[in-house]
């Protein structure tokens, strides 16, 4: 069974700041796809940026970007020039094959 | 607009009395879910369907019934709701399991069962 794990449940970054989310996964599978999924306080689930694993290349989406290690099961989210709008809970998201798995995800608090 | 529809957004209800959520989406979708959302646990999945009249427990499904009788369609049925299922709801669905393109949620339904 997969697992997804977001180690910090609490984070905060000031306003133009950079911050990295982390999660870590364990799976026996090779073929999959990792999501960040931003929840703002309208509770809407939005999708952030995704990732797929035979890829090499780091996603990116304008100022969110990964840096996912295969080998370590890592996928960590960087935000860059954090900004007020960033202030939401951030989830984590493992799509195998037959299953789908969430982290129990990360609030974050920008500081303006 | 290619969306999931979720209703009601709140809901509030006495132990016991049934009821229902509904989500249909609009996209073709194969693949529909349900999650509950409890702080500190993040989104656990109820119930999922990988299509019509296919339907299979997720990892927290007790209390709880589905139905799959159309593509578009996959109500969460509480048969008699108790205070533990407190909590925020949501449906989802993608094109298949494991699309790349992944989840498209609804938009959350708040219970509250006193």
């Known amino acids: 069974a997969q697992t997804v794990t977001q180690s910090q449940p609490e984070m905060s970054v000031q306003e133009a700041e950079t911050v990295t989310l982390s999660c870590t996964y364990d799976?026996?599978?090779?073929?999959?796809?990792l999501f960040w999924y931003k929840q703002p306080p309208s509770r809407q689930m939005i999708l952030v940026i995704r990732?797929?694993?035979?890829?090499?290349q780091n996603a990116t989406e304008n100022r969110f970007s990964v840096n996912f290690q295969k080998a370590a099961k890592s996928f960590s989210l960087k935000i860059s020039d954090s900004q007020l709008g960033d202030t939401a809970m951030y989830f984590c998201?493992?799509?195998?094959?037959?299953?789908?798995?969430f982290g129990t995800g990360t609030k974050l608090q920008v500081i303006p | 607009e290619a969306q999931v529809t979720q209703n009601p957004r709140y809901l509030i209800t006495v132990t016991g009395k049934k009821l229902t959520v509904t989500c249909s989406q609009n996209m073709n979708h194969e693949y529909m879910s349900w999650y509950r959302q409890d702080p500190g646990l993040g989104l656990r999945q109820i119930y999922y369907?990988?299509?019509?009249?296919?339907?299979d427990k997720g990892d927290v499904p007790e209390g709880y019934k589905v139905s799959r009788k159309e593509k578009r369609n996959f109500p969460l049925i509480l048969e008699s709701p108790s205070p533990n299922q407190t909590s925020l709801y949501f449906c989802?669905?993608?094109?298949?399991?494991?699309?790349?393109?992944?989840?498209?949620f609804g938009s959350g339904t708040r219970l509250t069962v006193v």
């Open positions: 990732q797929e694993a035979y890829k090499q």
């Open positions: 989802a669905s993608s094109l298949w399991v494991g699309s790349p393109n992944g989840y498209t």
């Open positions: 369907s990988m299509n019509v009249e296919v339907t």
């Open positions: 998201a493992f799509w195998g094959y037959q299953k789908v798995t």
């Open positions: 799976t026996s599978e090779n073929n999959y796809y």
